[in-house]
């Protein structure tokens, strides 16, 4: 997925390229990156939604505070994960455009696995504290 729409501004954006003159403008801009990659990135969303469902599934159970620490790595790890990986896409479709490069495929690439390795280590996470209740849930039935 490539965020180039966002390359084309609408008349009322400011085309800015200084230094953030404050902190509000600061904080602004980096909302306004979180905002974009949800709504650009599906992977993102489809995360999100993943996240909810845990946390949801958590308060249902009553998971203890040290399962609630882990389950927080695992959702900020998928979650930082995917913002590289827009990072990378991003200047890597900046530098190359549309032609065809080898270490753009590697960069891309790479960028993606380092998602997925994050989303495999959550899912370890999630079997790890889940799996006593998942157990107990079965041997009722
Ligand atoms: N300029 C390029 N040169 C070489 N290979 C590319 C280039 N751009 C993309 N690719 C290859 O095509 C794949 C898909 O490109 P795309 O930009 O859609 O990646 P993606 O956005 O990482 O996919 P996803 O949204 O699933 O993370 C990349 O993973 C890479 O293998």
């Known amino acids: 997925m490539h965020l180039d ?14 230094k953030n003159q404050s902190f509000h403008q600061s904080i602004g801009h980096a909302i ?5 990659v949800v709504k650009k ?3 993102m969303r489809f ?9 949801v599934v958590g308060l249902w ?8 620490l882990w389950i927080a790595v695992a959702i900020f790890s ?6 590289l990986n827009t990072i990378v896409e991003s200047i890597v479709d900046l530098v190359v ?4 490069h080898r270490l ?27 799996e006593p209740y998942i157990r107990f849930i079965l041997s009722k039935h």
């Open 5 to 18: 729409s966002h390359d084309k501004q609408t008349p009322t954006e400011q085309l800015q390229i200084n």
């Open 104 to 130: 753009a495929k590697t960069a891309k690439d790479v960028a993606a696995a380092s998602t997925l390795v994050a989303a495999l280590f959550a899912v370890v996470i999630g079997l790890i504290i889940f």
């Open 78 to 83: 998928v979650i930082t994960a995917e913002f």
């Open 32 to 36: 306004s990156g979180v905002w974009l």
């Open 97 to 100: 455009g549309k032609s065809y």
């Open 61 to 68: 159970l009553g998971i203890g505070r040290s399962d609630w």
């Open 47 to 55: 995360h999100i939604l993943v996240a909810v469902i845990v946390i």
């Open 41 to 43: 990135e599906r992977n």
